[in-house]
């Protein structure tokens, strides 16, 4: 029953940010992505307070400062790339790209924190980047903006994670929580005050309601993974591609391209090939 309720979860985890990216799309039609991000991490606070100080005030105290704000940092600068993406780029090809997030923690995992690459990782990497070619039919058509975008936010939310990995030997979860949003209000307000327009009440409301729904959809991952093995949960985020690519069709009439199917598949073939393997123990 654990399990079911595992897999419930994650996949009202992507619904949830489904429709966190069509609020963003539909947000940004008059402010600027980089502005609404920084609203969404605003607001996302007042979701997380309660929940990350109903322990008291000890669980915030920290000795790593400085690796806790170059998370921050990390976690931004892959924050406002994924905005900017989302206006650029049909939400199926956003979500399929999405799937690289694993396979560039493996390869910042060998460089940075001196694991093995071994022959599963190296075959579910191979795999990974064929799909994402795939994804990006480099030479059929021009690789976007957009695309490139999602591809640094993917890279920075991969080193935003080796860093938590790093933290996670010393901090508790809800510290690097609380932490991550603190530092991520400013890094994300500074770009906006370049790009600012004052928003609406009815822009403040939806830009209210973009934080709550982020925050649910995290606590649902989390709650996903902690009743159900990680290795039957995982596969269900390619949930993401098939809301997205009919968040796109049905919203803004967008046709997902038979690459981006396959590719995204084939991304989250090798992500959860190496997942489930990895779960087993070690391997070369």
């Known amino acids: 029953m654990q399990n079911i309720h595992g897999i419930l979860l994650m996949l009202a985890s992507t619904a949830l940010i489904t429709v966190m990216v069509v609020g963003i799309r539909f947000l940004s039609e008059d402010l600027h992505p980089l502005q609404v991000a920084f609203f969404r991490n605003l607001f996302g606070l007042f979701f997380l307070l309660p929940i990350l100080l109903r322990n ?13 704000a170059l998370r921050g940092v990390l976690n931004g600068s892959s924050l406002m790339l994924f905005f900017m993406a989302v206006t650029l780029i049909p939400i199926a090809k956003l979500a399929a790209l999405g799937f690289m997030t694993p396979l560039f923690v493996t390869v910042l995992a060998v460089l940075f924190l001196g694991e093995k690459m071994g022959r599963v990782r190296a075959l579910g990497l191979g795999i ?27 890279i920075f939310w991969a080193g935003a994670i080796i860093t ?20 991520m209000i400013p890094i994300t307000f500074i770009p906006a005050l370049f790009v600012w327009s004052w928003p609406t009440p009815q822009e403040y409301i939806g830009m209210a309601i973009l934080g709550g729904i982020w925050v649910s959809a995290q606590l649902c991952m989390t709650q996903s993974l902690k009743l159900a093995d990680a290795s039957l949960v995982i596969p269900i985020d390619f949930a993401k591609l098939v809301w997205g690519a009919a968040a796109g069709f049905f919203i803004f ?32």
């Open 253 to 284: 009439a967008e046709e997902p391209s038979l690459g981006t199917w396959i590719g995204g598949a084939m991304v989250m073939a090798a992500t959860t090939y190496v997942a489930v393997r990895e779960r087993k123990g070690p391997v070369s």
């Open 128 to 154: 990974g980047m064929a799909g994402a070619v795939l994804i990006l039919q480099p030479g059929l058509e021009v690789v976007s903006v957009g695309a490139l975008y999602q591809i640094g936010s993917v």
């Open 56 to 68: 008291g005030t000890a669980q915030i105290r920290t000795q790593r400062l400085g690796l806790l």
């Open 164 to 183: 938590t990995k790093m933290l996670g030997r010393t901090e508790a979860a809800t510290t690097i929580s609380f932490y991550g949003i603190i530092i």
